[in-house]
């Protein structure tokens, strides 16, 4: 079955500079990957998402960036702030399956 | 207000129970689901109903038992509560299963068994 592995578990970044999450998945036939952001004592919230026909998204300061061939993708916050900190979840998963499969986390911390 | 909303927020009880969660969404969607987030933080599906028919049971035991009486709410009934039940459950809605979109999540329930 899809495997997602999300890299590293926990970052912490000064204030102002830039965060980087990667992900990794196995199955060729995922076509759809979200990024979640869950803060503390709140369920995952969609921050941004990207399908397979696109290499790259970008809202504001979060970008997403897709490398089908090598089957990994990264989310990228520019100019971190404090309401940044949260742990962050990669997904994958393709319409067939009806699910998508989560990674297992990044705890991003912002150092003021 | 709520678009997912989750009953109870917390729920201690002993092993051997049986208990319920309830969820209900107002979001109009299709399709709802359950997650387990073990203290770990890893979030594992158990559960998919697409407009009241069950699409996905993953390998979770028997003792956990969904129901979806319309496709506004998803219930999950588990009997014989063990001490490994421990975690936060997480109801979530999305469009169709047929396309993959943005799912909306609740604010989640935290069991714990002693």
């Known amino acids: 079955g899809e495997n997602v592995e999300q890299h590293p578990s926990t970052l912490s970044v000064q204030e102002g500079d830039s965060a980087v999450i990667k992900c990794t998945y196995s199955?060729?036939?995922?076509?759809?990957f979200p990024w979640y952001k869950q803060e503390l004592g709140k369920g995952p919230q969609l921050i941004i998402d990207i399908r397979s026909n696109v290499g790259e998204k970008k809202d504001q300061r979060i970008a997403v960036t897709l490398n089908k061939t090598a089957k990994h993708f990264s989310l990228h916050i520019t100019e971190t702030q404090p309401e940044d900190s949260a742990v962050y979840f990669c997904?994958?998963?393709?319409?067939?399956?009806?699910?998508?499969?989560f990674g297992s986390g990044t705890r991003l911390s912002i150092r003021p | 207000d709520t678009a997912v909303s989750q009953t109870p927020k917390y729920l201690v009880t002993q092993m051997g129970n049986d208990k319920s969660i309830k969820c209900e969404q107002n979001?109009?969607?299709?399709?709802m689901y359950w997650y387990k987030q073990d203290s770990k933080k890893f979030l594992k599906i158990m559960f998919s109903?697409?407009?009241?028919?069950?699409?996905i049971n993953e390998t979770v035991p028997n003792r956990f038992s969904p129901k979806s009486p319309d496709k506004a709410h998803l219930n999950l009934h588990i009997n014989s509560l063990e001490l490994g039940d421990s975690a936060v459950y997480f109801c979530?809605?999305?469009?169709?299963?047929?396309?993959?979109?943005?799912?909306?999540f609740g604010p989640g329930t935290r069991l714990t068994v002693t």
């Open positions: 979530a809605s999305s469009r169709p299963a047929g396309e993959l979109s943005e799912q909306y």
């Open positions: 979001l109009g969607h299709d399709t």
């Open positions: 109903y697409n407009n009241k028919e069950l699409i």
């Open positions: 997904a994958s998963g393709y319409s067939s399956a009806s699910k998508i499969i």
């Open positions: 199955d060729s036939a995922s076509n759809y």
